[in-house]
């Protein structure tokens, strides 16, 4: 990957990671630390051409890749990418959580490019299954699915049979990501970082697992360059990452700042 892509793709995380402080500060409401620990892989799946195939200016379109953030509370970050790719305007940022505003606090199907909706946690998976699998026998188009997961929700028992379903099916058009950033909603994950006791898991249900450091944008696009070739199971990249990365040190890795807009 050429070190000015690479630049351009870490710049556009840094910019996801501010749009996200912004989003939230309108209301003083929402959870950008959540969204910090994933910009790398957002920028990575909608700005390089590894990620998710899709058309901007038609979300609905039959052929589209599509996405689920199925760690729906960090929802801000989601809606930084789609207006940076150009889906709606970029002043819509600061309508988030507003009183009949297009963008919520968490993802609606009412919104360009939002498939289903990800307020509960531990759902993503099976939505992201079950997408997959029409796709792939009922429809046979050659799109992927991508499913972005946070690492306290993959204690869910419908997480692992949402895997089971995919394993058993075949679907390697599906792609998870899971954002072992090893902290939860009020305490720490139950398996922090570590990245062996998730990959066993995946592998134990027949998934493709890659293990990687989830603020290297080279290295999340090599990962997903594998992905999106594997030719018969469904692949996870597990990701480890620090809640609040980029917003110094008193909030990076810290617990308590969960669902804590920041700035003034």
Known sequence: ??????????????????????????TKSGHPTSCGSIAEVMSSLFFHKSGI????????????DRFILSKGHAAPILYAALARAGVFPQEELLS?????????????????????????????????????????????????????????EATEGSIWEAAAFASYYKLNNLIGIVDMN??????????GHN??????KFQAFGWETIPIDGHCCNAIVKALNIARNQKDKPTVLIIKTFKGKGFGTIIEGKEGWHGKALGG
């Open 53 to 64: 195939h899709f058309h901007p200016d038609q979300p609905d379109h039959f052929q589209n």
């Open 182 to 191: 090893a902290l939860g909603q009020s305490d720490p994950t139950m398996y």
């Open 195 to 200: 990245s062996k006791s998730y990959c066993s």
């Open 96 to 152: 988030v959580r507003k009183k009949g505003a297009l963008l919520q606090g968490h993802p609606v199907p009412s919104i360009p490019f939002v498939d289903v909706a990800t307020g509960s946690l531990g759902m993503g998976l099976g939505f992201g299954a079950g997408m997959a699998y029409s796709s792939k026998y009922y429809d046979k188009i050659d799109n992927k699915i991508f499913v972005l997961m946070g690492d306290g």
């Open 1 to 26: 990957m050429k070190k000015e892509d690479l630049q351009e793709l870490q710049d556009m995380a840094n910019i996801l990671r501010i749009d996200s402080i912004k989003a939230t500060g309108v």
